[in-house]
């Protein structure tokens, strides 16, 4: 009986300093992890702010391949939504919602050297008002680094189980926040060392065009003079071609960039037609949208068409390679040597403004490129190229002096059924530079601030134009 006593008493003793302890432990727990990333704090920011990178920097994939992940809410910003369900019973499911992020995206600009985002936490760990917080910093001698601080932060109330949990908080938090900022190092590595900030990207719905093409290829030595020069001769050849074809070009030139590379600048030189078909070699075909070749193809005959035969293949002889009337590579149709017929276009893109010489026209790609990829907007430039279109020419006086800059507006077509209506800009209200002057806006409008190209003036002065979403 006295053992039994005994036991009794030393489990109210070990109960007793259980409650004390439990008492005296932390009503909250916090743990934080910092990395320094060499990027500008705008696009760590982006990424942040937003959800649909997520999957490719967090652990949880790593910790179970087949977590499934879904976005709700808004597409950037506060009131945007990611959940997951695992099967895994360390992961299990939740959700995270941004609650906040200061300052505003507009406003994350070279003056400003701090930032902070922060996402609310619901999953099966223990306590309430579970919450992630990102710090974001400016470092560096030229301030082009950014030190993210990555905490989690819990309230334990006076849950004294809770309040235990505290002791495991070094476990999945810290492993979670310390492999996911490794992982973001390689996702931001990625994506081109630009600065956006006064790039104004909307996303608008294209629709499939009929357009003839012509390929061209310059050295990058040869600057505007040879880009101009191939220009001209490519239009020309589509003008030549359209009026042999009786169609009608009903709209600026295009140009479809390959490949910009180091040496050489390859390119597609494209004008909108009036029509969806084409009669070629007595044939009436119905123009289709370019498709990538098929591996081991890039040396294989186009596809012969069911045009009618030339005299020469009448006679028994196999005409030289492909023929008017048949299909490239890319299934687009063959007008004639140069000039080829294909639907352009088709499906949502991002647009960014440039307003000045074509000089300024691959910055221009390469940010569209590094905010979709900051963004989440998925694209591929291989088989749906970028591409820009002169919506207005420059104009010159007698003397060759320009006096108004061209204005061109530049595509990076944008694939997936998850495409947003808008980027934040546009939903913002922020409007693109333009050539034109600019309305009167409230000073505290998001239009007024420091992030929103400069508007671009008028026609007297060039100028201000060219410094337009630089």
Do not use: C
Not at 149 to 166: C, K, M, P
Not at 234 to 252: E, H, M, S, T, Y
């Amino acid at each position: 009986m006295m053992r039994v006593l005994e036991f009794i008493v030393a489990l109210i003793i070990v109960a007793v300093v259980g409650v004390v302890v439990g008492v005296i432990m932390p009503g909250s727990g916090h743990v934080e992890r910092s990395l320094v990333f060499g990027k500008d704090m705008r696009q760590v920011y982006d990424v942040l702010n937003n959800f649909r990178r997520f999957e490719d920097y967090s652990s949880l994939r790593q910790e179970d391949p087949k977590i499934q992940f879904k976005l709700s809410g808004k597409a950037y910003g506060p009131g945007a939504e990611i959940s997951w369900t695992s099967d895994n019973d360390r992961i299990s499911d939740g959700k995270l919602t941004i609650a906040s992020a200061d300052p505003d995206f507009y406003k994350v600009d070279n003056t400003v050297n701090e930032a902070k985002v922060v996402w609310n936490l619901d999953n099966d760990w223990r306590g309430q008002d579970k919450h992630f917080t990102l710090d974001l910093e400016r470092q560096g001698s030229r301030h082009q680094l950014t030190k993210v601080t990555w905490s989690y932060d819990v309230a334990y109330g006076f849950n004294l189980v809770n309040r235990y949990s505290n002791l495991y908080i070094h476990g999945d938090p810290d492993s979670l926040i310390q492999t996911s900022l490794g992982n973001l190092q390689n996702v931001l590595a990625a994506v081109p060392n630009i600065d956006y900030g006064n790039l104004v990207p909307y996303i608008r719905p294209t629709q499939p065009t009929p357009m003839l093409v012509v390929s061209s290829s310059i050295p990058r030595s040869g600057g505007l003079a040879a880009l101009d020069d191939a220009t001209a001769t490519a239009v020309k050849q589509i003008q030549d071609a359209a009026k042999k074809l009786g169609v009608n070009v009903v709209g600026p030139r295009v140009i479809f960039t390959t490949n910009f590379g180091d040496q050489n600048y390859t390119f597609d030189v494209g004008m909108p037609i009036d029509a969806t078909s084409l009669t070629v070699a007595g044939q009436s075909q119905e123009l289709t949208a370019p498709q990538p070749p098929k591996l081991g193809d890039e040396d294989a005959p186009a596809e012969a068409s069911s045009a009618p035969a030339s005299a020469s293949s009448a006679a028994g002889a196999k005409p030289a390679g492909p023929q008017p009337g048949d299909h490239d590579r890319f299934g687009r149709l063959i007008v004639d040597n140069n000039v080829r017929a294909m639907l352009a276009f088709g499906g949502p893109a991002l647009v960014g403004v440039w307003n000045g010489t074509a000089a300024g026209v691959p910055q221009t790609r390469e940010m569209l490129k590094a905010y979709a990829q900051t963004h989440g907007y998925k694209f591929d430039e291989v088989t749906n190229r970028l591409y820009d279109i002169e919506v207005q020419p420059e104009a010159k006086d007698k003397g060759g002096n320009i006096t108004t800059y061209a204005k061109y507006d530049v595509y990076l077509p944008l694939l997936g059924d998850d495409v947003p209506e808008q980027t934040p800009e546009q939903a913002a209200g922020i409007p693109q530079p333009t050539l034109e002057p600019a309305p009167a806006t409230s000073a505290s409008a998001p239009a007024a601030s420091a992030s929103a190209p400069a508007s671009s003036g008028t026609a007297t002065a060039p100028a201000e134009a060219a410094s337009a979403g630089q």
